[in-house]
């Protein structure tokens, strides 16, 4: 169904994951990073979600977990600490690195599931594990960037990254970050991914 909507497989994975866990709101819907603005504007209004049952019984008392839950902030998080998270081994803590570096830093949780072999059900049994602090994120200055970096990131390819220097050769310098969108090869889409990572 979600398919039919014009989502990826595995796009489609990640809401579906999601909406097993409860989903009791909109503002819970448009938490979901996958989901583009655009399809969630669209289905926010024909959204309906069940209604939450009070209960009146007493809720037994809950026996405290004396063990320390490991809470791990991806983008200071060394490969060591990274392991520490079941469900995390040396593998996929070089890959939340790797492509940690190539982003500049993570903005969200979710961009996790942009990792090769990195699926809905993985992410889920991890997200609880990790936080992010976006303060420290590099930024990608497009009025002094050479294509040779800007191209390197997960967001843009050569071609996109051609044409924003181009533009800027021709404009002098980007008086606006979303000038770039003058670019034909500049989505929305795209725009909104990579414009977190954009200064002038």
Not at 188 to 193: A, R, S, T, Y
């Amino acid at each position: 169904d979600w398919q039919s909507l014009g989502l990826s497989k595995k796009q489609s994975d990640v809401v579906v994951s999601f909406s097993k866990r409860g989903l009791k709101s909109n503002e819970d819907l448009k938490k979901i990073y996958v989901l583009p603005n655009e399809l969630f504007n669209l289905i926010k209004d024909s959204a309906i979600y069940p209604i939450e049952k009070i209960s009146t019984k007493k809720k037994p008392d809950v026996v405290e977990n004396k063990l320390e839950k490991v809470i791990v902030e991806l983008n200071n998080a060394s490969n060591d600490e990274l392991i520490k998270i079941k469900g995390i081994g040396p593998y996929f803590s070089d890959k939340i690195i790797d492509y940690r570096d190539r982003l500049g830093g993570y903005i969200y949780k979710e961009q996790l599931l942009e990792i090769w072999k990195m699926d809905a059900e993985k992410y889920l049994r991890i997200e609880p594990f990790i936080t992010v602090n976006n303060k420290s994120i590099r930024f990608l200055k497009i009025n002094q960037i050479e294509i040779d970096d800007l191209k390197k990131h997960p967001y843009l390819d050569w071609n996109q990254a051609n044409s924003i220097i181009k533009m800027r050769n021709q404009k002098g310098a980007y008086q606006k970050i979303d000038e770039i969108k003058e670019s034909v090869l500049i989505t929305e889409e795209c725009f909104e991914k990579i414009k977190p990572y954009l200064s002038l």
